[in-house]
């Protein structure tokens, strides 16, 4: 059974980078029937999409967070990461991520998640 | 402010029937499929629905999803406790070139 665990510093200082791996267990981070992607969620609020990347490493960002955004794979670790650059308060959340079939854009398995507070 | 609009609530009675609406524009639901989450307190999302009304595996045939237009509801029929969480709608946007979601149903079982 294929299983997403999110891991990464759990505080960050403001200005900083934000950095968050998503391991890929029990399957192949490789298969070319899936993409990869991230979520987040302000506590006590709703779902936003942050990006989607394949395994070759072509990626989808949000526009509202592209500018900051970057996401990797790593396909000999079985892994995916998370960049945001430049963080903020308002950046302080639980971070998903999340399997999408291909050509689709529904995330049909997700990661327990991690929660990032970002405060000085 | 979501893209897509959901009522902040909604409530039922065990065994009742109950719709949760999302509403979008032509770039979202008008021309995309749609999918649904229910995320139960303290854990992560969960897909419901996917391509407006199709479930995946162990998903009861309680739920069940639609489109209309630019607009989407969830029903649920035959309440249960457990169904007490949190809906989200999502859908691809066009304009936006990105995924957007709703801003969330909290359901209560009475």
């Known amino acids: 059974q294929l299983q997403l665990l999110e891991s990464g510093p759990g505080l960050v200082k403001p200005s900083e980078t934000l950095s968050l791996t998503c391991t890929v267990s029990g399957g192949s981070i490789t298969s070319n029937r899936y993409f990869w992607g991230w979520i987040r969620q302000p506590p006590g609020r709703g779902l936003e999409w942050i990006g989607t990347?394949?395994?070759?490493?072509?990626?989808f960002y949000n526009p509202s967070l592209k500018s900051r955004v970057t996401m990797s794979v790593d396909t000999s670790k079985n892994q995916f990461s998370l960049r945001l650059s430049s963080v903020t308060a308002a950046d302080t959340s639980m971070f998903f991520c999340?399997?999408?079939?291909?050509?689709?854009?529904?995330?049909?398995?997700w990661g327990r998640g991690a929660l990032v507070t970002v405060s000085s | 402010q979501s893209v897509l609009t959901q009522p902040p609530s909604a409530s039922g009675t065990p065994g009742q029937r109950v719709t949760i609406s999302c509403s979008g524009t032509s770039s979202n639901i008008g021309s995309n499929s749609v999918n649904w989450y229910q995320q139960l307190p303290g854990t992560a999302p969960k897909l419901l629905i996917y391509?407006?009304?199709n479930r995946p595996s162990g998903v009861p045939d309680r739920f069940s999803g639609s489109r209309s237009g630019t607009s989407a509801s969830l029903a649920i029929s035959g309440l249960q406790s457990e169904d007490e969480a949190d809906y989200y709608c999502?859908?691809?946007?066009?304009?936006?070139?990105?995924?957007?979601f709703g801003g969330g149903t909290k359901l209560t079982v009475l």
């Open positions: 999502a859908a691809w946007d066009d304009s936006l070139n990105g995924v957007v």
């Open positions: 999340a399997r999408l079939p291909e050509s689709t854009t529904y995330f049909d398995l």
């Open positions: 391509f407006i009304n």
């Open positions: 990347i394949s395994y070759t490493g072509r990626t």
